[in-house]
Nanobody, 116 residues
Framework: QVQFVESGGGLVQPGGSLRLSCAAS????????MCWYRQAPGKERELVAE????????NYAGSVKGRFTISRDNTKNTLYLQMNSLKPEDTAVYYC?????????WGQGTQVTVSS
């Protein structure tokens, strides 16, 4: 059974940083492209960042480019999202999942709130 368990969210002031983690199981992690999505209240889910299976390639939404860094540890089946220079508009629930696999269920996500 494919599972994603996101963690690391919280309340942070504008300009602050957070590091999200995603523990993945039920599939061959090292062979799978991965990505982070987010969903803000009242908005559709948005693709934030993606990374290839061996981490050779990364891509970011324009709204987070230069501030967020996606990475992975294939020995731990874990995906990360380092978020710096956070803005109030980054407030959302963040989810990880396999890239391009529409049948995967969504995890519970981790709430990120950026507020003073």
């Amino acid at each position: 059974q494919v599972q994603f368990v996101e963690s690391g969210g919280g309340l942070v002031q504008p300009g602050g940083s957070l590091r999200l983690s995603c523990a993945a199981s039920g599939f061959t992690f090292r062979s799978s492209g991965m990505c982070w999505y987010r969903q803000a209240p009242g908005k559709e889910r948005e693709l934030v960042a993606e990374i290839s299976s061996a981490a050779f390639t990364t891509n970011y939404a324009g709204s987070v480019k230069g501030r967020f860094t996606i990475s992975r540890d294939n020995t731990k089946n874990t995906l990360y999202l380092q978020m710096n220079s956070l803005k109030p508009e980054d407030t959302a629930v963040y989810y990880c999942r396999r890239l391009g696999v529409l049948s995967d269920s969504w995890g519970q996500g981790t709430q990120v709130t950026v507020s003073s």
